[in-house]
C-alpha cells in the first residue's frame, strides 16, 4: 500500500464521482445525493487516513548553507513528467500547512453535499456535478507544489464557481458573480505574469532548461535585485514587482480590505449549502498562498512590504468588525465578521514568525469550521422566518431549542471564549503579533472587543429577545439538520480543549515556513552560480 498515489486518488475522487454522477437519471433527486455524499464522504475518508499517517516531526532539508538554501519537506510526494518541454511536472505533496487544510477541504465539502436539499435544489445533478468539481480543484490547489500546476487548479477552480453562484441564490447573484470573477482574474493575470517572469528569469537547472517547480525557484531564483529605473527614478526590483502580483491575487482571494467589496455580495447572495464549502475553504486559499509562495520564494519582498501588509490585516479586522456591528440583515453581519476574522489571519502570517504563523494556520482550520457553522444557521432562520433582517427576529429559544443551544457554542466560538477553538487561533496569533510589535496586538484585541459585540448581540437578539411575530409558528431544526451542526459544534469544543493533534503538524511546517521567510536575498554578484 506505501506505493499507492494517495494524493492523486484524493484528488481523483470527486472527479470520478462527478463523472459518474452523469450515469445518474436526472429525476432520480435522491440517488443523485447520494452518490454525491458518497463521494465527499469517500475523499473525507482517504484525507483521514493520510493525517493518521502523516509525520509530525519531519525533517528540514537543507540543499545550501543558511535559511536561502533550505527546501520544504512534503510527504507522500508523486513527481511526474507532465510538459517536459518547458519543465513542467505533476509534482504534489503534503506539508503541515496543507495537511489540516486538506481535511478542512474534505470537511466542509462533504457538509455542503449533506446540507443540500434533494426536494428543492433546481437542476440538483448540475449542482452536485459543480460541487464535486470545485473540491477536486480546491484540492488540487492545497496539493500542488509545480507552479504551473497550481495556476491550473487556481484558475480551473473559478469555472464551477462561476456557474454555481450565478446560477444558484439570490436576485442578485449575476451581480455579485460578475465582481467576484472580476476581482479574482484580475489578480490571477497579475500573478500568471509573475510567474511567468520567475520561470524565464530563475537560474537553469540540471535538466537544462528552467522549471516551474517551486523547490527549485526557491533555490535558484534568478537575478532579480536591480531595481527597475523609470524617467531616472529607481523603482522595486522586478522580485519586488513579481511579489506585489503574487500579493494582490491573494489579498483579493482572502480578503483583506480595501479588496473586500466582492465578498458580502456574493455570500449574501450565495445558498447557505453552497456557502458552507465556498466560506470554509475558498477563502483560505488566498491566505494559503501568502504562506507557501509568498514567504518561500520572496523572502526579501515580504519584508520590505511586512508593515504594510500587517496595516491592511489590522484594517481588516477593525473595519470588517465595525461593518458587522452596522448591519441589519444577519447574513451579512457574519460576511463582514468572516472578513475581520481573515484580517487576524493576515496578522499572524505578516508578524513573520513561528507563534504568528502557527497561529494563522491554526486559525484557517477554526475559521472555516464558524463560518461555515453560522452561515448554515443562518440559513436555517432564514428559511423558517422568511427574513435575514435581525430587528424582525426574536425569541427564538423558545421556539428553536436544538438551534439555540448549538448557537451558544458557535457564537462563544466565534468570540473567541477561552476552551473554544478560535481561541486557541486567536491567541496564538496574538503572540506572534506581541512578538512583532506591541502595538499590533493592542489593535487587533480592538477586534476582539468588537467580535464580542456584534456576536452577542445577534445571540441575544436572535434568541433571548420577546417572540417576535415572524418567531411565533417556527419549528426547531429537524434530524438532518442537527446531524450537520453537530460536529462541527463538537469540533470547536474538542479544538479548544484539547489543540494538540492540530498543533503537532501546523507547528512543524511552520517552523521550515519561518525559517525559509528568514533567509536574505542572494547577493546580486553570486546569483549565476551553484
Known sequence: MTNVPWLTVVLVIPLGTAILLQLVPRSDRGAIKAVTVLGTLATAGVVAGLLIAFDRNPVIHAVGPGPQGVVLAFQFEEIHSWI??????????????????LALDAGVFLLGAV????????????????????????IGVLLSVDMLLFYFFWEGMLVPLYFLLASYGDRDRGRATLKFIGYTVAGSLLMLLAIIYLYVHSRPTALGHPSFDLQLLMLYPGDTQQPVTFLGLQLLTPQQFAFVAFALAFAIKV?????????????????????????????????????RYGLTLFPGPVHDFQWILEGL?????????????????????????????LGFIALGIFALNLNGINGAIIQMVNHGLIIAALFLVVGYIEARTGTRDRHAISGLERRMPWLYALFLVITLAGLGMPGMNSFVGEFTIMLGA???????????????????????????GLMHEPLSPAAETVRDIGAAERLVLLPLAALMVLIGVYPKPLGDITRSS?????????????????????
Open 313 to 341: 490585516a489590522i484594517l481588516s479586522i477593525i473595519y470588517g468588525a465595525m461593518l458587522a456591528l452596522a448591519q441589519s440583515d444577519i447574513k451579512r453581519i457574519v460576511a463582514y465578521s468572516s472578513i475581520s476574522h
Open 434 to 460: 506581541f512578538q512583532a510589535s506591541p502595538l499590533l496586538a493592542v489593535l487587533a484585541g480592538v477586534g476582539v472587543m468588537l467580535a464580542c459585540w456584534y456576536m452577542l448581540r445577534l445571540h441575544q
Open 255 to 291: 480578503p483583506l480590505v480595501p479588496f473586500h467589496t466582492w465578498l458580502p455580495d456574493s455570500y449574501a447572495n450565495c445558498p447557505p449549502a453552497t456557502l458552507t464549502f465556498f466560506a470554509g475553504i475558498v477563502s483560505k486559499l488566498g491566505a494559503f498562498g501568502f504562506i
Open 510 to 530: 511552520a517552523v521550515q515556513y519561518v525559517t525559509r521567510a528568514s533567509a536574505p536575498p542572494p547577493p546580486v554578484a553570486t546569483l549565476g552560480t551553484p
Open 115 to 138: 446540507a443540500i436539499s434533494s426536494r428543492t435544489t433546481e437542476r440538483l445533478k448540475f449542482y452536485c456535478g459543480l460541487l464535486l468539481l470545485t473540491q477536486a480543484a480546491t
Open 84 to 101: 517536459p518541454a518547458i519543465g513542467a511536472t505533476y509534482h504534489v505533496g503534503l506539508d503541515g500547512l496543507s495537511a489540516w487544510l
